[in-house]
């Protein structure tokens, strides 16, 4: 176990991201593949920042390198959310190296030798490090020595590993350090006047309490409003800035999901039968189910307040049921389970562990040092002599630290029911192991259940009736979109629409992994018909392409209609407000207003305009009412659900927001806008992400 088993990283700035693993090879030799790719043109670009393309290449190298981080500090097998964040990841960096790093360079910010010390060693330290558990002590607290003890720990390290990851860190320092002074030069640029924070003041000291009524819209066709395309184009044109979009396109599917067939489940209901007498009685558990089961054999033992994160069924059977208890086969979905009590016993939820790992040549001395350590030998000395983990960060030679069932070294799992201080020989992939429970919590009493699991799958009859049922839709579609609507309609079908898909999505609805899908979609265009796309091997996808939408603005067709609902709105309100004032004329007080429009008195105590959107008033009417003056019918005051005429009855101003409290409040927003920076800088760029091509 190598010092980099125990490092757990936690990173300090937005700049740097939560990295993960994805193993992404190529089966012929790099430098060929990189010589060939070179002879190509920009499609093989994963992006463009600042006019520059991102190649293939480079992205690649920066995947490869969070690759090498997270195996050196995780381990953790890949799967397809994993290579999405280490692919993000990369990503990320590349911005970061191409737009914010040489941005903030540009206001003239370094970091100097002596500051990079101070961040590690010196009063300064950097959050990388601090949040960093290699180099916590005991209690928790950031320590230096364990940094020095790493730093050290990187000459005898003939892997490079240790380089590679203190790099790392450094890298992230200095980019946090950079960032964190970005942000101070322009808060020191960020400057409250006397004028802001006397308004500030004012405004959150200052209640009304008021009287209304409120002449809500219809929402129904209205012939006498009329919207022209001119009033449609110059308001388009006045407000393009509102409408900008990513490329995407709008679809619509049919998907056949393949489901087992009644004689698939009577067929699983068989095979668990077939081996049900088995399973009651074999005494290699782990061996049968690996056999017999689909669910391999989990040697977890549940706490009892733990039972309810198990199947209804099983966890009122494991509830009281003694050890050997059986819970004959019953059916759940698709899926037909039994259940047996292997064990019960009282154990704790974690135990502390120290070992001695053992590789090549040195396994054969395990049988000596336990002897040796049963005659009383020092364990801490005999792992400083001859174990391989070297781990510096650690209180003894030999800690492995606190081991629970969640948390588990794959071998390990023996020494929670080991006795304190016994001694144990355990193997696993890294070695021999020599191991010691020197602590543990106190143990409770738990119930370990074995699982027989046969789940009923689609044969191939019927996944041969489902891809037929796809096929023969395909086939009518002939790749048209107006055939795709007739033939949906002849064998009534249901459509399911899906509106501006973008290029980099990774799922369609609630259907995970649907990649094959994106990338037809992205390759085809308006008015194509697929042919049959597969996904997970469950489901067959027919897909049209019914719209697309360019990247930037978007066109004036395409908003138009949302457009003319706003301004047809607008209308109305301007209509109901000159109605309404017509008829109230003369009228000298709220309660002659409400009867004369047939509405209701509303009263509110406490309005401040300070809260425009936490009152669940009209926006438009708070700031009517902080502009009145008190005793006089106002309106009519157009809002947005409809309009409103008002009386502000009494002013109560306060004292309890004070100056400090607003320069809090400014500090806040200025905080809110800093997290926007990369945002914008990004968009400044001209950051194009076309890694959906490749990834």
């Known amino acids: 176990m190598a010092v980099l088993e125990k490092i757990r990283v936690k990173m300090g700035a937005f700049i740097t991201v939560i990295i993960a693993v994805a193993l992404l090879s190529f089966i012929i ?8 790719l070179s002879m190509f043109s920009s499609k093989y670009d994963v992006g463009e920042i600042n006019g520059e393309a991102v190649s293939y290449q480079d992205y690649q190298k920066k995947v490869d390198y969070f690759t090498q981080i997270y195996q050196m500090t995780n381990g953790s097998a890949t799967n397809d959310q994993v290579q999405d964040m280490i692919n993000n990841s990369a990503w990320q960096n590349e911005i970061a190296d191409r737009v914010i790093m040489p941005a903030i360079e540009n206001a003239g910010l370094r970091l100097g030798e002596d500051e990079l010390f101070d961040l590690s060693q010196g009063n300064n330290i950097s959050p990388i490090l601090a949040n960093e558990p290699s180099f916590l002590d005991e209690n928790g607290n950031f320590s230096k020595a364990k940094v020095a003890e790493f730093v ?24 946090d350090q950079l960032m964190t002074k970005y942000i101070s030069l322009l808060e020191k640029s960020n400057v409250v006047t006397p004028v802001e924070l006397n308004r500030a003041i004012a405004e959150n000291n200052t209640t009304y309490n008021v009287d209304f009524v409120v002449k809500p819209y219809v929402f129904a066709v209205d012939s006498t409003i009329t919207v022209t395309n001119q009033e449609i184009k110059a308001y388009y044109d006045a407000n393009k800035h509102n409408y900008k979009q990513q490329a995407s396109k709008d679809i619509e599917y049919v998907v056949y999901e393949v489901l087992p067939s009644a004689e698939d489940i009577e067929l699983a209901e068989n095979d668990i039968n077939k081996v049900y007498d088995e399973f009651t009685t074999t005494s290699n558990m782990k061996n049968f189910l690996a056999r017999n089961s689909d669910q391999p054999f989990n040697g ?13 069924t099983v966890a009122k059977f494991a509830e009281n049921a003694k050890v050997g208890a059986l819970l004959a086969p019953y059916q759940d979905n698709n899926m037909f389970v039994a259940v047996r009590v292997m064990d019960i016993k009282a154990l704790p939820d974690s135990v502390f562990v120290k070992h001695i790992l053992l590789q090549g040549e040195n396994e054969k001395k395990a049988d000596s040092l336990i002897q040796v350590l049963n005659q009383k030998g020092d364990f801490v000395k005999l792992a400083q002599e001859f174990s391989a ?3 510096p960060n650690v209180a003894e030679a030999g800690d492995l630290g606190w081991i629970t069932q969640q948390y588990m070294i794959p071998g390990f799992e023996s020494v929670m029911t080991a006795d304190k201080n016994e001694i144990l020989k355990l193997k696993t992939t890294y070695g021999t192991h020599i191991v010691k429970v020197t602590k543990a919590t106190k143990p409770e009493q738990k119930i370990q259940l074995a699982v027989l699991v046969k789940e009923a799958v689609a044969g191939k009859k019927t996944y041969a009736d489902y891809y037929a049922k796809a096929n023969d839709l395909a086939s009518k579609c002939e790749g048209s979109l107006e055939k795709y609507n007739a033939a949906v309609k002849e064998m009534n079908l249901t459509s399911y629409p899906a509106i501006r898909v973008l290029p980099s999505a990774k799922t369609i609805a609630n259907y995970e992994r649907a990649k094959e899908v994106i990338r037809w979609i992205n390759e085809n265009e308006k008015g194509d018909v697929s042919p049959i796309i597969s996904v997970d091997n469950k489901y067959f996808f027919v897909v049209a392409i019914t719209g697309e939408h360019e990247g930037g603005i978007a066109d004036i067709n395409e908003v138009a209609t949302q457009i003319k609902q706003f301004l047809t709105a607008e209308k109305q309100g301007k209509k109901v407000a000159e109605q309404t004032k017509g008829e109230v004329e003369g009228l000298a007080n709220i309660e002659a207003v409400a009867e004369k429009l047939g509405l209701t008195v509303s009263h509110q105590n406490g309005i401040a305009f300070s809260s425009l959107t936490s009152q669940q008033l009209d926006p438009k009417f708070i700031g009517a009412i902080a502009a009145a003056k008190e005793g006089e019918l106002n309106g009519p005051v157009i809002g947005d659900i409809g309009v409103y005429y008002f009386v502000v009855n009494g002013k109560e101003a306060g004292a309890f927001y004070t100056e400090d409290d607003a320069r809090n409040r400014k500090a806040q927003e200025f905080s809110y806008m800093t997290r926007l920076i990369p945002a914008i800088m990004a968009e400044d760029a001209g950051v194009e992400d076309q890694r959906y091509k490749f990834f």
């Open 300 to 312: 977890y033992y549940f706490k009892k307040d733990e039972l309810s994160s198990l199947p209804d």
């Open 152 to 175: 050290q720990a990187i000459a005898q390290d003939q892997s490079g590993q240790l380089q590679m990851y203190w790099s790392y860190l450094e890298d992230n320092m200095v980019k």
């Open 29 to 36: 030799d790099p430098s060929t593949l990189e010589s060939t």
């Open 389 to 391: 983990d070297r781990n």
